[in-house]
């Protein structure tokens, strides 16, 4: 999510980042104010004037006066149905995730469909490695091998149904090419993601791999936490 008070750059950057196509705009008191999306980015670029992010960046647009209030959420506990039939019924396609009225992260129309799609493989965990050159496709049983322990992990507290891997490459000097990681993981009926960088292919598979497990276990733990206050 992106703060009220923060700046339209700092909210286009994070929907790259995380690939996604709206955040959650909170307020200081962690409440929920908003959405931002790239609706509301290229609407405020043209209507007034801009006409290119670069301009944006320079004059500093804050936030709070573009994006759309009192958006639709759902609560961290509730099924991907649930979530599903909101989308349908407001026309939208991401959702800001809450717990306690907090944001916690948000859910897409493409992690619904990719907890679906991966629902209809026997029940078995389904996984694309997507991006690799032919060059690279050579340290695909080490990478395999990585996620599978990480997995063994994983299961422990959940079943899941989907992993998803993006490689990109780039130069950063030299003749040498670094890595950049995306990863998904679709767990019941969340989603987790994260990033990793590195000059090692098969190091930033398995530091990447490490990440979401470290995530899973992260969130397994607020919500084991959660449950007893409740009680």
């Avoid at 929920?32 to 007034?48: C, H, L, R």
């Avoid at 609560?75 to 909101?86: K, L, N, V």
Wanted: glycine residues 6%; aromatic residues 6%.
């Amino acid at each position: 999510y992106v703060k009220d008070d923060d700046t339209l750059d700092k909210a286009i950057e994070l929907m790259r980042s995380l690939d996604i196509r709206t955040v959650p705009v909170v307020m200081s008191d962690g409440k929920v104010k908003g959405v931002i999306g790239m609706k509301e980015v290229i609407d405020n670029n043209w209507t007034d004037g801009y006409r290119s992010l670069a301009d944006m960046n320079d004059i500093k647009i804050s936030v709070s006066s573009v994006c759309t209030n009192n958006a639709e959420s759902i609560s961290w506990d509730s099924d991907i149905e649930t979530a599903a039939e909101i989308m349908c019924k407001n026309g939208i396609s991401t959702l800001p995730v809450l717990e306690s009225g907090s944001a916690v992260g948000v859910i897409t129309q493409y992690d619904i469909l990719e907890i679906v799609a991966a629902c209809r493989q026997r029940e078995m965990l389904f996984v694309q490695l997507s991006g690799l050159s032919d060059s690279d496709k050579e340290y695909s049983d080490q990478i395999y091998e990585y996620i599978q322990s990480e997995i063994s992990k994983i299961s422990k507290v959940g079943t899941p149904s989907s992993l998803t891997f993006h490689y990109g490459k780039y130069n950063e000097g030299g003749d040498r090419q670094k890595y950049s990681v995306s990863g998904r993981l679709a767990l019941d009926s969340e989603v987790f993601t994260a990033k990793e960088v590195g000059w090692d292919i098969a190091k930033v598979s398995n530091d990447l791999m490490k990440k979401l497990t470290a995530a899973v276990m992260e969130r397994k733990d607020a919500k084991d936490t959660y449950r007893k206050r409740k009680k």
